[in-house]
Nanobody
């Protein structure tokens, strides 16, 4: 399986924006649910957003209205547009793939393929 590779993390001030990318070659041509998770220091990994093969999306309440998940099938890339960032958004962000469909945001325990993560730091 081709690995997932995230990029686009960095340090921004509160209110700023970042767009994360995940190179996901081979996943969009098959029945995969793709998702973004994040893990802050000392906390459990939590789901942020998911997108299924048909383009249906689901977003966690904590980021709804600020974060948008999308994908470019031609470029085999998953995106997470993050606007109006807050200090509590500071975390390592991970791209994940689940072989199968999803109609919501599945728990992290069912995802078998993960990227190495990209750090997002938001200062006040």
């Amino acid at each position: 399986q081709v690995p997932l590779v995230e990029s686009g993390g960095g340090s921004v001030q509160a209110g700023g924006s970042l767009r994360l990318s995940c190179s996901a070659t081979g996943y969009f041509n098959s029945n995969y649910c793709m998702a973004w998770f994040r893990q802050a220091a000392g906390k459990e990994r939590e789901g942020v957003a998911s997108i299924n093969r048909r383009g249906g999306t689901s977003t966690a309440d904590a980021v709804k209205g600020r974060f948008t998940i999308s994908k470019d099938n031609a470029k085999n890339t998953l995106f997470l547009q993050m606007n109006n960032l807050k200090p509590e958004d500071t975390a390592m962000y991970y791209c994940a793939a689940l072989h199968g469909d999803c109609a919501g945001l599945p728990p992290r325990t069912v995802f078998r393929t993960w990227g190495q993560g990209t750090q997002v730091t938001v200062s006040s």
